[in-house]
């Protein structure tokens, strides 16, 4: 097996309001300090601390430190082979697209759970699959089953039509992104 965070524990790491406002401020203005950071972001330090090292734990940032002082770049590790992508969609949905904090959170928890990430491995290299072919194709249960299904409909990563399952037709550059990194790093 290699070494790399998976995506889905990556995306749970992002899925939390002060991480993105920590790695908003570390996007806009790298080189910055945990207390420039923790300042900016409206963070207490001890908590900017935490945030970026989970950040940096991920590989989706890098810490320099220079005298006593620890300064912190989106520059992604590659040993972790998804964190560039992680993080350049993320960037793009901050700095370009301009989505909100809530916003961000509700997509990337499209992708905080293996289960989540299995059907849509399963959608992808299978086509559309009704719910009892797709309990038996991923080995999970019909209830906990469900219960992903809803998720990701909610985050309009999956349709119901006639009780078939499939990937949504209309995605955000977010949702395309991530299936393509789900299609690449079938471990998850």
Known sequence: MSYHPTIWRTCRVLANERRLRCLEVVLRQPGQSVSEIAKQAAVPDDHASLCLRALQARGLISARRQ????????????????????????????????WTTDRIIHNLTAYTHPRRLTVLYCLLTKGNLAT??????????????????NKLSERKMIVDKDAVWSL????????????QLIARHADL
């Open 67 to 98: 005298s006593r002082w620890v300064h912190y770049f989106s520059s992604p590790d590659p040993l972790v082979p998804a964190a560039a992508h992680i993080l350049a969609v993320v960037s793009r949905a901050i700095l370009t697209e301009k």
């Open 168 to 179: 949504h037709p209309d995605r955000s550059f977010f949702s395309e992104t991530f299936l």
């Open 132 to 149: 009892p072919v797709l309990a038996q194709e991923t080995h999970i249960s019909r209830q906990a089953l469900a219960r992903h299904l």
